[in-house]
């Protein structure tokens, strides 16, 4: 007996010793092999140029033409700024671990990291349910579009959608702190996520897992089922028109911000909500949503919308 507590003395005085020696992680990013990182650099980098041009000129296409001063255009503007600071929390990180021999960041870095990245997918999740309540109130209550969708209710609802991203990322990471990292600090991605950090904690984490479900499965179900229901009713009244000229135009209206929805949804709940395994189709996942979506936003609403095509020319 004396001489177990004594040996569990000393385990303890290493997990300490373990704890305190770890002030980093290690991101092992998207490949081990030097001439793949040095491709992905490059495409990454043309992503990441693409997302800054397609997004701050989405920015100044709306602020400078006057016909694009309307609520669907005003929330599209904030959509376009949360790409740009959605992009730049992970993808400036990844490209400077893609040319280092070293790829580490700080435990506190990475939780800072992680911190932004709980405040942009947040956001933009009610970002684009608001979206889809505009385009419900424009297609389904045409003539009641200025009481429902006021600019005074504009400006609520973006400040509510921004404010229930901080509420969940200062939930789940002052929690996350309190983790306590030893022996394993690897991390098999280009950024830190918190089901990434959850493995990697040698303190019982059952209480963060438990939280970051209770906050993000509520936030994810009441966003998409309020974009779902206002695309039932969209659909229902878009099929109700007689012309098909009418039908077309309607369906163009939202059909920008259906497929924006679509590929943030889809590899967001895919990401969050899938056992954490450490396979490559989280990568995968992960870059659809945080990287490779806010560089397609742009080109999808200045593609298939009229209005900005005339606002460009």
């Known amino acids: ?3 177990h507590i004594i040996f569990r003395h000393q385990l303890f005085q290493a ?6 020696a770890i002030a980093e992680f290690i991101l092992l990013g998207l490949s081990a092999d030097s001439q793949i990182e040095a491709l992905l650099f490059v495409l990454f980098l043309g992503i990441y140029f693409l997302t800054l041009a397609g997004n701050l ?3 100044l296409l709306i602020s400078a033409d006057s016909h694009l001063h309307s609520p669907m255009y005003f929330f599209l503007s904030h959509l376009s700024f949360l790409d740009l600071c959605f992009s730049s929390v992970t993808v400036p990180k990844m490209l400077e671990n893609l040319l280092s021999q070293k790829k580490t960041i700080s435990v506190e870095g990475c939780l800072v990291q992680d911190f932004f990245v709980l405040i942009s997918a947040g956001t933009e999740a009610f970002l684009l349910s608001v979206m889809a309540y505009d385009r419900y109130a424009a297609i389904c209550h045409p003539l009641f579009y200025g009481q429902m969708i006021s600019k005074q209710q504009c400006v609520q609802l973006v400040w509510g959608s921004w404010g229930l991203g901080f509420l969940d990322a200062l939930i789940n990471i002052p929690m996350a702190l309190e983790m306590n990292f030893c022996e394993t600090s690897t991390i098999p991605h280009y950024s830190c996520e918190l089901p990434s950090l959850f493995p990697l904690s040698c303190s019982d984490v059952s209480a ?4 970051m479900l209770c906050t993000m499965i509520p936030h994810g179900l009441v966003t998409f089922l309020s974009i779902f229901c206002s695309y039932v009713c969209i659909v229902s009244t878009i099929w109700s028109i007689t012309s098909t000229s009418g039908r077309s135009k309607a369906f163009s ?5 259906l497929t924006t929805v679509i590929l943030f949804y889809g590899s967001g709940f895919l990401r969050y909500f899938m056992p954490t395994s450490r396979s490559s189709l989280e ?6 949503y945080s990287v490779v979506t806010p560089m397609l936003n742009p080109l999808i609403y200045s593609l298939k919308n009229k209005e900005v095509k005339a606002a460009v020319r």
Not at 15 to 20: D, G, P, Q, T, V
Not at 208 to 211: E, S
Not at 253 to 257: A, D, I, K, L, M
Not at 283 to 288: A, D, R, T, Y
């Open 15 to 20: 997990a300490l010793k373990n704890h305190s």
């Open 253 to 257: 209206t939202c059909s920008s911000h």
């Open 283 to 288: 990568l995968i996942f992960s870059v659809q």
């Open 208 to 211: 963060n897992l438990t939280v």
């Open 1 to 3: 007996m004396f001489f």
């Open 57 to 59: 000129g989405m920015l």
